[in-house]
């Protein structure tokens, strides 16, 4: 009979390497102690039917190999007495291994390289978990190669897969408000949570029985986050539809509000429809800023399986369980060190005044978050001095890298780890603050806390800007353009991209373009063209808020900055009044925005993506 081939081999052949070496090692193997003699470890050998022995030492490490065929022929020398030898005289030695979360296309690789057939899988904690060998592999690619056409391709399922976790994940945290609600007894947000809550439970679950959890390629990472985003914000809206008065008139007006309103939530773009929140429940208040929290943690966690280098990634542990981090380990592991910023600041806010503590922890998850949410509109414009450094000190927090916050906590914020990006957020942060005191005429507390708050794209602001002078406009706007540090919850270009540029001109030159690697390239050619995208989706944003509000174009510029970078400092012109269409495109460009252009572009331009 002949046999049905798959429509894509060759993806699907991709797609089983990719997937991790647990699945199909060979789990029944032969584990004995180095003293034991050749002569038991053969019959042994025999009894079992197996045709390797993995040697441990007197502590239970692995530290060696015998094959049956390493037993014939040295045991058959004979100079070599089977009833004295052991098999530490006969084993090959050091063991050569593979991780547990390693995939199928790394043992191979490993296989090659060393020019050996079979590799035990070892977990974290050094115990022989199984043995893997390229029998093994060969199978699963003549099955992968020889199955029928499934409904859905290995790609497609595998970021489902991933999206249904996320989904999950982010609905049990969205728990948290709602349980707040009830015991506020506010029912109505209570309700608008819970079903948010449920949604995106029963969603995650439906994608994740259809999915499978497996490495993607830039192009269906890039497809992942955009989904994540979309369908975080979609769900979340659905709050706001029960909070905000029903305007019977345009229900599309009331999607609108809403969706730009989650918009603004769980893309840290924190730019509020509501002038005064302190109208709006309290668990809803803490509400939109818990949005901002999860989409920001949701963020960092999507980036970094989706383009954080893996090898640098297995070298972290997780705080609590100290495995290597890997999807919810490494969500955990997120989700404690905000929560311990978060903590600490709420404390330090109500030691130095702030005595309601629901507010404060509102305030506090905006601030890490880089969001600009706020629970009341007169909490910033009436902080004490300590409270603006407090905030301004988690601004700068959310706006460092993970592996900062990874070591940072990890050595008790005894010995937190400044790398080149970092100093350079800080150089480039101590010279825009000298600069926006001096031409904006603030007081220079002030006006450091308005540099930090654009330079971490936060948009904590005690005031709207509109009056602000032309060049303090342009610095608070550079800043927001070029944003934090990479693999954090601040928005904008980010710092590391800006390092691709001294490779820009060997790139564009036909000699030295061929001495640069493909890594290089991709990389000059990603940040040139985020570079050009930013202004110009900024530019045509800010004609059509002109357009619409009839504001200038100092004014228009500054606001649609804010959305396009998520940096959320504002100058007034959008509010409730904007019309829904232009809601719904500005919540589009905050999503976009939030993938820093070039996960968009990843999905459209596969060349650049692989």
Request: proline residues 4%.
């Amino acid at each position: 009979m002949k046999c049905i081939m798959s429509t894509a081999p060759e993806r699907s052949i991709n797609y089983v390497l990719s997937k991790s070496v647990q699945r199909y090692m060979q789990k029944d193997l032969l584990v004995l102690d180095e003293d034991i003699t050749t002569r038991t470890a053969t019959r042994i050998l025999q009894h079992y039917e197996r045709d390797d022995i993995i040697v441990i030492n007197s502590e239970k490490i692995p530290v060696g190999i015998v094959t049956d065929e390493d037993i014939l022929n040295k045991v058959g020398d004979a100079n070599i007495n089977a009833e004295t030898t052991s098999l530490k005289e006969i084993m090959t030695s050091p063991l050569i291994t593979v991780g547990e979360h390693a995939t199928l296309k790394e043992a191979l690789h490993k296989m090659r390289d060393n020019k050996i057939r079979k590799l035990p899988v070892i977990s974290d904690n050094n115990i022989v978990l199984g043995i893997i060998s390229q029998g093994n592999i060969a199978n699963v690619i003549r099955d992968a190669t020889a199955t029928p056409p499934r409904l859905l391709s290995p790609p497609i399922k595998a970021i489902l897969g991933n999206l249904g976790f996320v989904l999950q994940f982010s609905g049990v945290l969205i728990l948290v408000p709602a349980i707040l609600a009830t015991i506020l007894g506010e029912t109505v947000p209570a309700t608008g949570i819970y079903l948010s809550t449920v949604l995106l439970l029963v969603t995650g679950f439906f994608l994740n029985s259809y999915g499978e959890k497996a490495s993607l390629n830039l192009q269906q990472a890039s497809i992942l986050v955009f989904a994540s985003l979309f369908i975080l914000i979609l769900f979340g809206t659905i709050p706001y539809l029960y909070v905000v008065p029903i305007n019977t008139s345009n229900p599309f007006d009331m999607f609108a509000n809403g969706f730009f309103s989650s918009a603004a939530g769980f893309t840290t773009g924190g730019i509020s429809l509501f002038k005064t929140p302190e109208d709006l429940p309290q668990s809803f208040t803490f509400y939109r800023s818990y949005t901002q929290l999860v989409g920001g943690m949701s963020f960092i966690y999507l980036v970094i399986t989706a383009f954080y280098p893996e090898g640098k990634l297995q070298s972290m542990r997780g705080l609590i369980s100290g495995r290597t981090l890997h999807l919810r380990e490494l969500f955990g592991t997120i989700t404690i060190i905000f929560t311990v910023y978060i903590i600490i600041i709420a404390m330090l806010l109500y030691f130095f005044g702030e005595r309601n503590i629901i507010d404060n922890f509102s305030l506090a998850m905006s601030t890490v978050a880089t969001g600009g949410f706020v629970p009341s509109s007169t909490i910033i414009p009436n902080l004490v001095w300590e409270e603006q450094i407090i905030l301004m000190a988690g601004l700068i927090l959310g706006a460092l890298p993970f592996t900062f916050h990874y070591a940072f906590v990890k050595k008790r914020f005894l010995s937190p780890k400044l790398g080149k990006e970092v100093l350079v957020y800080f150089a480039m942060l101590s010279v825009a603050a000298l600069l926006f005191i001096l031409v904006s005429g603030f007081d220079p507390l002030l006006g450091a806390f308005y540099t930090i708050s654009a330079s971490s794209t936060g948009g904590l602001q005690a005031h709207h800007l509109a009056n602000l002078s032309g060049a303090g406009h342009l610095i608070l706007t550079l800043l927001m353009f070029i944003g934090g540090c990479g693999f954090s919850t601040a928005g904008g270009i980010k710092i590391f991209r800006f390092f691709h540029l001294k490779d820009f001109r060997s790139a564009i030159n036909k000699e030295k373009r061929k001495h640069l690697t493909l890594e290089v390239k991709k990389d000059v050619a990603s940040t040139t063209i985020i570079l050009v995208l930013f202004p110009l989706l900024t530019l045509i944003t800010a004609g059509q808020l002109m357009s619409i509000s009839g504001s200038d174009f100092d004014d228009a510029f500054f606001e649609a900055t804010g959305v396009v970078t998520t940096g959320g400092l504002s100058s007034g012109i959008i509010g409730f009044h904007t019309d829904p269409a232009t809601k719904i495109g500005l919540s589009f460009l905050m999503i976009i925005g939030r993938l820093e252009i070039i996960a968009i572009v990843y999905i459209f331009v596969k060349k650049l993506a692989h």
